[in-house]
């Protein structure tokens, strides 16, 4: 069946890092993969995307290149800013109707200034 | 955009009461998603419906859980009787039925089973 692994958490920075959460998954056909973000208090909201390998996902300026021969899709930033602290999932999708997504466990992020 | 809308917010009750869960997916979306999501377990999928057909219900974590879909603007997660392990954040969320489509969730309910 179809898992995604996360590195484990919690990590803290300071504001300006730079931030890498690795994720790697498993499936048995070639998914869709995905980033989440999760803010205090409130529901998951679409980070970035890549439908196939060797695309790049990007938005508010984090970044995630779909790997297809390490299965792995890391999210990175170069210089993380306070409100960035959330918890981030990485998440996998196999094409097609019907389809639903599989989460990885979560990592909680926290910035300090 | 309304977004996902649930309610209530947050719900406290007693062991062995009936608790309702309500969400309204986003116009025009068709495949509808309720996750339980706990420090323990992280983020479960219960069940998911497509054009109000559950799909996959295999999360559910029992019989004392049930969810329905009446029509495309309307879904409920119930749990009878409730017990104190049930306490979580309940999602929704919804999205067109396609590989690509992005979920949109709702803010959750936040469920404490005393």
């Known amino acids: 069946g179809n898992s995604v692994t996360q590195m484990e958490g919690p990590v803290t920075l300071s504001e300006e890092a730079f931030l890498t959460i690795n994720c790697t998954y498993t499936a048995t056909g070639y998914p869709s993969l995905f980033w989440y973000v999760q803010y205090p208090g409130e529901g998951l909201q679409l980070l970035l995307k890549?439908?196939?390998?060797?695309d790049k996902g990007s938005n508010k300026g984090f970044e995630a290149t779909y790997r297809k021969e390490t299965t792995s899709f890391h999210l990175e930033k170069g210089s993380v800013q306070v409100s960035d602290s959330a918890v981030y999932f990485c998440?996998?999708?196999?094409?097609?109707?019907?389809?639903?997504?599989?989460f990885g466990k979560g990592i909680t992020l926290s910035v300090r200034p | 955009d309304a977004g996902v809308i649930q309610s209530p917010r947050h719900e406290v009750t007693e062991m062995g009461q009936e608790v309702t869960l309500r969400c309204k997916p986003i116009s025009g979306h068709n495949s509808l998603f309720w996750y339980r999501q706990t420090m323990m377990r992280g983020l479960e999928l219960l069940i998911y419906f497509n054009n109000n057909v559950p799909i996959d219900d295999s999360g559910m974590p029992e019989d004392r859980f049930s969810a329905k879909m009446p029509n495309a603007s309307f879904s409920t997660l119930k749990i009878q009787p409730s017990e104190p392990r049930d306490s979580a954040v309940y999602f929704c969320a919804s999205s067109l039925s396609s590989g690509y489509s992005p979920l949109h969730f709702g803010n959750g309910t936040r469920l404490t089973v005393t």
């Open positions: 998440a996998l999708s196999e094409t097609g109707a019907n389809s639903k997504l599989t």
């Open positions: 890549a439908t196939k390998a060797d």
